[in-house]
C-alpha cells in the first residue's frame, strides 16, 4: 500500500544548516502540495507542485525556501540557512489532479528541529 | 477568503463522557469539501472524514458521528462514549479552489484529553 511517503520523519539541525525534505506521491499522482505546522498550530499551505512546474508558492516564504518536483523522483523541499524559527513539522500531501475533488493524501510528516 | 474557525482550543473530559468538537467554515465556493483529521501524540495526521457540500446526510462511524449543517456553515463532530486512546489534537480542514489550486485550510485544532 504506497500512501504518501515523506522523510526523513525526524531530521535536526543546527542553525545555518541545510535541510531537505522529500515527497513521494501515491501512485498516479502527479499533484503535490507542502503544509508546515508550527507547534501548537493548525497546518498552513506552503506550495503546489505538479512534475517540473511549480503552480503555486504564495504560502512559501521568500527567502531560503524552495521547492521542487522533478520529472523522476520526489518532490523536495529545501531550506538553506535554517534558523530555530523554521522548526516545524512538514506535511506533504498528493493528489491525482488538479481539480477540488477533495482527493488529497498526507504523509506522516517530516519534523525539522533546528538546535 | 476561505476560514476555518474552532473556537475550542481545548476540551477536557472524563472517559466515557460524549463530547462535540465545534468547526464552523467560511467559503464561497459552491463545491467544496469538509475534512476531520485526528493528531495523536506521534504527530501524524489521521484521515477521519471527508464530506462533499452536496451532501448534508450526517453520519455515523461507531462511536465517530458527525453533523453538516450547511444553513449554519458548520460540521460538527461528535464522539461518544469517549476513551482515553481519544486523546488528541482534532483539526476540521475545507477544500476549495483558491487562486486556481486546490487547497485545504485548516482549523486551528481542538486539543482533546480524555481522563480515565
Given at each position: 500500500?504506497?500512501?504518501?511517503?515523506?522523510n526523513?520523519?525526524?531530521?535536526?539541525?543546527?542553525?545555518?544548516?541545510?535541510?531537505?525534505?522529500?515527497?513521494?506521491p501515491?501512485?498516479?499522482?502527479?499533484?503535490?502540495?507542502?503544509y508546515?505546522q508550527?507547534?501548537e498550530?493548525?497546518?498552513k499551505?506552503?506550495?503546489?507542485?505538479?512534475?517540473?512546474?511549480?503552480?503555486?508558492?504564495?504560502?512559501?516564504?521568500?527567502?531560503?525556501?524552495?521547492?521542487?518536483?522533478?520529472?523522476?523522483g520526489?518532490?523536495?523541499?529545501?531550506i538553506?540557512?535554517?534558523?530555530?524559527?523554521?522548526?516545524?513539522?512538514?506535511?506533504c500531501?498528493?493528489?491525482?489532479?488538479?481539480?477540488?475533488?477533495?482527493?488529497?493524501?498526507?504523509?506522516?510528516?517530516?519534523?525539522?528541529?533546528?538546535? | 477568503?476561505?476560514?476555518v474557525?474552532?473556537?475550542?482550543?481545548?476540551?477536557?473530559?472524563?472517559?466515557?463522557?460524549?463530547?462535540?468538537?465545534?468547526?464552523?467554515?467560511?467559503?464561497?465556493?459552491?463545491?467544496?469539501y469538509?475534512?476531520?483529521?485526528?493528531?495523536p501524540?506521534?504527530?501524524?495526521?489521521?484521515?477521519?472524514?471527508?464530506?462533499?457540500?452536496?451532501?448534508?446526510?450526517?453520519?455515523?462511524?461507531g462511536?465517530?458521528?458527525?453533523n453538516?449543517?450547511?444553513?449554519?456553515s458548520?460540521?460538527?463532530?461528535?464522539?461518544?462514549?469517549?476513551?482515553?486512546?481519544d486523546s488528541?489534537?482534532?483539526?476540521?480542514?475545507?477544500?476549495?479552489?483558491?487562486?486556481?489550486?486546490?487547497?485545504l485550510?485548516?482549523?486551528q485544532g481542538?486539543?482533546?484529553?480524555?481522563?480515565?
Amino acid at each position: 500500500n504506497a500512501g504518501v511517503m515523506q522523510n526523513p520523519r525526524h531530521l535536526v539541525r543546527r542553525r545555518g544548516q541545510e535541510a531537505r525534505l522529500r515527497c513521494s506521491p501515491m501512485k498516479g499522482h502527479s499533484h503535490v502540495y507542502w503544509y508546515r505546522q508550527l507547534p501548537e498550530e493548525g497546518l498552513k499551505f506552503m506550495v503546489y507542485l505538479q512534475k517540473e512546474n511549480i503552480i503555486d508558492e504564495s504560502g512559501m516564504p521568500k527567502e531560503r525556501f524552495s521547492a521542487e518536483f522533478p520529472k523522476e523522483g520526489p518532490s523536495i523541499l529545501r531550506i538553506q540557512q535554517v534558523v530555530r524559527g523554521d522548526s516545524a513539522a512538514y506535511f506533504c500531501a498528493s493528489s491525482p489532479t488538479g481539480e477540488n475533488t477533495g482527493e488529497l493524501f498526507f504523509g506522516e510528516g517530516s519534523r525539522l528541529t533546528v538546535l | 477568503a476561505q476560514k476555518v474557525t474552532q473556537a475550542q482550543t481545548e476540551i477536557s473530559v472524563v472517559e466515557k463522557e460524549d463530547v462535540t468538537l465545534d468547526c464552523v467554515y467560511e467559503t464561497r465556493d459552491t463545491t467544496y469539501y469538509l475534512f476531520w483529521y485526528k493528531q495523536p501524540p506521534s504527530g501524524e495526521l489521521v484521515f477521519l472524514i471527508r464530506r462533499n457540500s452536496f451532501d448534508e446526510q450526517n453520519e455515523i462511524s461507531g462511536r465517530y458521528s458527525w453533523n453538516f449543517q450547511k444553513s449554519t456553515s458548520s460540521f460538527n463532530f461528535t464522539i461518544t462514549a469517549s476513551q482515553v486512546v481519544d486523546s488528541a489534537v482534532y483539526f476540521c480542514a475545507l477544500s476549495g479552489i483558491i487562486q486556481g489550486a486546490q487547497k485545504l485550510v485548516f482549523g486551528q485544532g481542538t486539543r482533546l484529553t480524555i481522563n480515565p
